[in-house]
């Protein structure tokens, strides 16, 4: 198969996951790169040897910001009770832990779409959770915060129903 036909599967496979579509397929590509992709560039943008890394660093900022607003939005209609400052932190903690990125990216099948360096047999827990913050930071840099809510929420990355 012709790398350019890959890539575009590769890409389509990942938006039928998260059911996003990018306007810009450079940025999900980018945040498909595994470290030593051989990928360099991903139309004007810039890929370094770390591949997705710098994305997922954004992603994770992201997405800690979506579930410190789910969790204030639903502490502000509750006067009565006092704003449990530490149920935001679990949050966080639980749901973009790299334990549950890497169980996200397993179960929904994500990880068959991570570009790897040709000679990488194996796709290691770090690879996994770092390419899943990068899909998060390529939703938000290509549509915003609404539809990184979104698929945060259709992957299983923001509470449901608990308590604050």
């Given at each position: 198969?012709?790398?350019?036909?890959?890539?575009?599967?590769?890409?389509?496979?990942?938006?039928?996951?998260?059911?996003?579509?990018?306007?810009?397929?450079?940025?999900?590509?980018?945040?498909?790169?595994?470290?030593?992709?051989?990928?360099?560039?991903?139309?004007?943008?810039?890929?370094?040897?770390?591949?997705?890394?710098?994305?997922?660093?954004?992603?994770?900022?992201?997405a800690r910001v979506v579930i410190l607003e789910?969790?204030?939005?639903?502490?502000?209609?509750?006067?009565?009770?006092?704003?449990?400052?530490?149920?935001?932190?679990?949050?966080?903690?639980?749901?973009?832990?790299?334990?549950?990125?890497?169980?996200?990216?397993?179960?929904k099948e994500i990880w068959r779409f991570i570009?790897?360096?040709?000679?990488?047999?194996?796709?290691?827990?770090?690879?996994?959770?770092?390419?899943?913050?990068?899909?998060?930071?390529?939703?938000?840099?290509?549509?915003?915060?609404?539809?990184?809510?979104?698929?945060?929420?259709?992957?299983?990355?923001?509470?449901?129903?608990?308590?604050?």
């Open positions: 198969m012709a790398p350019e036909q890959n890539k575009d599967q590769m890409i389509r496979g990942i938006e039928k996951i998260i059911q996003y579509a990018f306007e810009d397929k450079n940025i999900i590509w980018e945040a498909l790169q595994a470290p030593g992709s051989g990928y360099r560039m991903s139309g004007t943008r810039h890929i370094d040897s770390k591949g997705n890394k710098r994305m997922a660093v954004v992603g994770d900022a992201w789910e969790w204030f939005a639903r502490t502000t209609n509750h006067p009565v009770r006092p704003l449990r400052i530490e149920k935001a932190t679990e949050w966080q903690t639980k749901y973009m832990c790299n334990a549950n990125l890497v169980k996200v990216c397993e179960e570009n790897l360096n040709t000679s990488t047999r194996e796709i290691g827990a770090r690879t996994k959770s770092d390419t899943m913050e990068a899909i998060l930071a390529a939703v938000v840099q290509d549509g915003g915060m609404e539809h990184l809510k979104r698929v945060m929420n259709l992957l299983g990355l923001l509470p449901s129903h608990e308590n604050v």
